[in-house]
């Protein structure tokens, strides 16, 4: 058995190119592996906490649970259009993480693996909190660059532990910050410098990968594993402190498993206690430390099993330009491309074939373009439209009794290639095994003619197309784990069983293929659609705004908009929430009582300017807090350059007038 995961994709935005550089190519190495006959494990799941997750939640005046869950049914849509597979999606929110969590945590502490330490953490007098991670901004201490409390992002990239960075200041009220002494759990990760070396030295992976570990185990230090926030996996003894999210996160892959194992019907502890099958990690490049260094550590000193592999992919960019959603250089998987009503199997073949998995990948429409029409359309379409069409026009079935040995020995040639890319992590050259398969049978059906020998010899043509059915198979079969939908599609017109499918099954020749009228497998792009595409990424490069391609909401009835409680209210007071720039405490008198709403407007009103308005209200919204602030309710805005804009009315009506 193999247990293979994905990084964990954090729920804090929208899926991007970048996210499918890892996702992609791990769900096709899966689908190889089990038309190899491999038992196969595979999970993925949301990564829910940090620190990220609580600003970007309070800045939308959302609790960290609503942002998370609106970006985990996102992730969860997203794999599904793209036919990524996993055994089980998780969140590691749910109580079942927090209790593996918890367990390895204390396991640790048990073992002399945790101890305590007093360090000075930046404090904001002004809120009146310590300033863990992305709350405080400063100077990093290595290279003088301007840095973030975890990582000198705009630097020289190190990760800094919490207290290091210099002059540090309060990212939600710009105050400066002052050091204070507060009591934090540490991990002893110098201790396992002898275990890394000889662990890095046998983990098999993408030489990126092992490459970057190799150079770092040489300069350990001991890890601080607790943050100062509300939102994570609580530190077993310690009410005010959660667990980093650093070290909860890859435990996913361990809860995860248990959630699989139970669909499946297998024992998790096989495979992460008694480490009997092995265990393979997808990941981007720039999370190679945790994985390398931070968790095999941790499942050391806890008695768990060892990761088998990391594989690694090589970084995005986009059109040339570095991977930034600052800078405008992205592509988003749904508002740019699904909903173009583009395949997903042109997106998923691009990514696998246009490099090695270990080098960056460089998107661009005009390449995507020619991928899609010369060859997914011209080489691998064409040979197997033409082909199965003949095929059931001038036959309907087929005998095989007499298939040219010439086609076995490639297809068996193709099959070697993409068994030995698959070993090595090698995706586009699994790809290009079978574009090349695909190159000869159009060469191949050309030189044949069956058009013309179907008048003068029957029989011959129909060896010349039992020869080219063999070939049709085979590339089914083997593109399949990259193109899912399509060649599904391809399937049904030969009578084969696609999921049920090995790779064997390319070179047995049954003794009749009986054909069904196929579908055309592929649909050519026009051009205005990627022009129209290319334009839209053009402007977001010159930072203009831009619609979304094929930008509807889903219709709703008039059923649905009567469940929504919408009152006319009149502000009775307002204040800001202590510690937040964003949010404000509104009470609103709606009619029948005075309602207590937080309202994240406090950098576009003033307190003093809100009392006394008439605003309308969602009255029915389920309650939520924010910075320990009871909401139940939201008060309905526009948005117009980045400020709120409060609905109005155009006269004075009873507050708990009910909009209709």
Not at 174 to 188: N, T
Not at 563 to 589: M, Y
Not at 616 to 632: H, I, Q, T, Y
Request: proline share 3%; net charge negative; glycine share 6%.
């Amino acid at each position: 058995m193999k247990l293979v995961t994905c990084g964990l994709p954090y729920a804090n935005g929208k899926a991007h190119i970048g996210h499918l550089r890892t996702y992609v190519p791990a769900d096709v190495y899966v689908r190889y592996l089990r038309m190899l006959g491999e038992d196969v494990v595979f999970v993925c799941g949301s990564d829910c906490h940090g620190t990220p997750i609580v600003v970007n939640a309070e800045q939308q005046g959302l609790t960290p649970k609503q942002l998370v869950d609106i970006y985990h049914e996102h992730f969860k849509k997203i794999f599904a259009e793209l036919d990524i597979e996993f055994d089980y999606y998780g969140r590691t929110d749910a109580e079942y993480h927090h209790h593996r969590t918890k367990e390895i945590v204390k396991r640790l502490i048990e073992k002399g693996y945790v101890y305590p330490k007093d360090i000075d953490l930046a404090y904001c007098p002004k809120c009146e909190r310590f300033l863990p991670d992305r709350y405080v901004e400063g100077i990093c201490p290595y290279c003088g660059a301007t840095a973030r409390g975890d990582e000198c992002d705009q630097g020289c990239g190190r990760h800094l532990e919490p207290g290091e960075i210099k002059e540090p200041k309060c990212k939600i009220c710009g105050s400066k910050a002052e050091f204070r002494s507060q009591k934090h759990y540490f991990f002893k990760l110098t201790e396992f410098k002898d275990f890394l070396e000889d662990y890095l030295s046998k983990l098999r992976g993408t030489e990126n990968a092992l490459n970057y570990a190799k150079n770092w185990v040489k300069n350990l230090r001991d890890w601080c594993i607790t943050r100062n926030l509300e939102w994570g996996v609580s530190f077993p003894g310690e009410e005010n402190l959660v667990v980093y999210v650093w070290v909860d996160a890859p435990i996913g892959y361990i809860s995860f498993t248990e959630k699989a194992c139970e669909n499946k019907g297998c024992d998790w502890k096989e495979i992460w206690i008694h480490g009997s099958c092995e265990i393979i990690h997808f990941i981007g490049l720039d999370i190679v430390y945790h994985h390398c260094i931070f968790w095999p550590a941790m499942l050391k000193g806890a008695d768990y099993a060892l990761p088998s592999a990391v594989v690694a992919s090589g970084m995005v960019k986009v059109e040339g330009k570095t991977f930034s959603k600052s800078r405008g250089y992205v592509v988003w998987v749904e508002d740019d491309y699904l909903k173009a009503g583009l395949s997903p199997d042109y997106l998923r073949y691009y990514i696998v074939n246009y490099t090695s998995h270990q080098k960056d990948l460089n998107f661009s429409w005009e390449v995507f373009r020619d991928k899609v029409n010369n060859e997914i359309i011209a080489t691998l379409g064409n040979f197997l439209y033409r082909v199965l069409l003949f095929a059931w026009k001038n036959f309907g079935e087929v005998k095989m009794d007499d298939v040219d040995g010439e086609i076995l020995q490639k297809i068996s040639e193709a099959k070697e290639k993409i068994e030995n890319a698959i070993e090595e992590w090698e995706f586009k050259v699994t790809s290009d095994a079978f574009m090349e398969l695909a190159t000869f049978g159009n060469v191949y059906f050309q030189n044949a003619k069956p058009w013309e020998l179907i008048k003068t010899d029957k029989e011959v043509a129909g060896r010349v197309v039992a020869s080219c059915l063999q070939l049709a198979k085979a590339l089914i079969i083997f593109a399949y784990p990259v193109m899912p939908r399509s060649m599904a599609k391809m399937a049904e017109a030969v009578g084969l069983d696609i999921k049920a499918c090995k790779l064997e099954d390319a070179v047995k020749v049954d003794e009749v293929v009986s054909l069904k009228k196929p579908q055309v497998p592929f649909e050519k792009i026009e051009d205005e659609k990627l022009d129209e595409l290319q334009e839209i990424m053009e402007k977001r490069f010159r930072g203009e705004e831009v619609g979304e391609v094929g930008d509807t909401k889903e219709e709703i009835t008039i059923e649905d908009f009567q469940r929504l409680d919408i009152r006319i209210g009149k502000i009775v007071s307002a204040e800001k929430v202590k510690g937040s720039k964003k949010l404000i405490k509104l009470i609103i008198d709606i009619g029948d009582e005075h309602r207590q709403i937080v309202s994240g407007i406090a950098e576009d009103y003033k307190p003093e300017e809100l009392e006394g308005k008439l605003v309308v209200v969602l009255a029915n919204l389920k309650p939520a807090k924010f910075m320990g602030v009871e909401s139940r309710g939201m008060i309905l805005a526009a948005e117009k350059d980045g400020k709120a804009i409060l609905l109005t009315l155009e006269k004075d009506v009873e507050p708990g007038t009910r909009v209709c």
